[in-house]
């Protein structure tokens, strides 16, 4: 059974930092393109970061850059999200994805990942 796990998600107060991770099981994902999304009540769910097949590449939503750093470690088949000066907008829950036909102009795109993680939730207040 092919399976993404996250964990790390938490309280932490405006200005903190969290680490998200996620492992996959099942099968390795280093052919695949890995992506953090999020969501909040309400709304459609948001590209945040993601690491190319072999991980030396990474993207960002503009909401997150130069805060969140994403790292993809295939030796492991995991995923990280190290996510620094954290604001109240950052609440949401936090999703894994991976996707091996993934195309680069279509990263943001939810429906382009096959495999998905239960998410964990993020919960940024003082």
């Known amino acids: 059974q092919v399976q993404l796990v996250e964990s790390g998600g938490g309280l932490v107060q405006p200005g903190g930092s969290l680490r998200l991770s996620c492992v996959g099981s099942g099968r390795s994902f280093s052919d695949s393109i890995m992506t953090w999304f999020r969501q909040t009540p309400g709304k459609e769910r948001e590209f945040v970061a993601a690491?190319?097949?072999?991980?030396?590449?990474?993207w960002y939503s503009d909401a997150v850059k130069g805060r969140f750093t994403v790292s993809k470690d295939n030796a492991k088949n995991t995923l990280d999200l190290q996510m620094n000066s954290l604001q109240p907008e950052d609440t949401a829950v936090y999703y894994c994805?991976?996707?091996?036909?993934?195309?680069?102009?279509?990263?943001?795109?939810?429906?382009?990942?096959?495999?998905w993680g239960q998410g964990t939730q993020v919960t940024v207040s003082s």
């Open positions: 994805a991976a996707g091996s036909r993934v195309i680069l102009s279509a990263i943001r795109l939810p429906g382009q990942y096959d495999y």
């Open positions: 690491a190319a097949r072999r991980g030396g590449n990474s």
